[in-house]
């Protein structure tokens, strides 16, 4: 199997209060190139990608019903890694057709960026998630 992976496209960290991590973030000299809101489980929740140099770290905040699980959180909050990749549809059904255990019945598109972009997301062997997204 071969697919092409570009390098690390973002790390994604939940967060409880997104004004106050893009304030810290802000602090170590990264800057909010992008912020959106989503919706999860019908409710909103929104995110911020913070930039430095060639490095991004997505923060979002989730809707409120959700934010208990990310305040008890012990063993840290970096909740997937993810890949840039040049063909999110074509790298989906290699995956898919290779066994892995992809999470999304297919990419999903989502109004970040100027055009969008599309992801998926596979659960490694560990059960740690791995995105691969594509910015259109």
Same mark, same amino acid.
């Given at each position: 199997?071969?697919?092409?992976?570009?390098?690390?496209?973002?790390?994604?960290?939940?967060?409880?209060?997104?004004?106050?991590?893009?304030?810290?973030?802000?602090?170590?000299?990264?800057?909010?190139?992008?912020?959106?809101?989503?919706?999860?489980?019908?409710?909103?929740?929104?995110?911020?990608?913070?930039?430095?140099?060639?490095?991004?770290?997505? *923060?979002?905040?989730? @809707?409120?019903? /959700?934010?208990?699980?990310? !305040?008890?959180? &012990?063993?840290?909050? #970096?909740?997937?890694?993810?890949?840039?990749?040049?063909?999110?549809?074509?790298?989906?059904?290699?995956?898919?057709?290779?066994?892995?255990?992809? *999470?999304?019945?297919? @990419?999903?598109? /989502?109004?970040?960026?100027? !055009?969008?972009? &599309?992801?998926?997301? #596979?659960?490694?062997?560990?059960?740690?998630?791995?995105?691969?997204?594509?910015?259109?």
């Amino acid at each position: 199997m071969e697919i092409k992976i570009n390098g690390f496209q973002h790390l994604g960290i939940p967060v409880t209060d997104l004004g106050r991590s893009a304030a810290f973030y802000k602090g170590l000299g990264f800057e909010n190139v992008m912020a959106s809101d989503f919706v999860m489980n019908g409710e909103k929740g929104i995110m911020a990608m913070m930039q430095r140099g060639d490095m991004i770290i997505e *923060i979002y905040q989730l @809707p409120s019903s /959700l934010l208990g699980d990310i !305040k008890t959180r &012990k063993d840290g909050h #970096i909740d997937h890694i993810a890949f840039d990749v040049d063909d999110v549809d074509t790298v989906f059904e290699t995956l898919k057709s290779n066994g892995y255990q992809v *999470i999304e019945p297919a @990419p999903v598109f /989502l109004p970040f960026w100027q !055009k969008g972009c &599309k992801y998926f997301n #596979i659960t490694g062997p560990d059960g740690e998630r791995l995105e691969f997204n594509q910015i259109l």
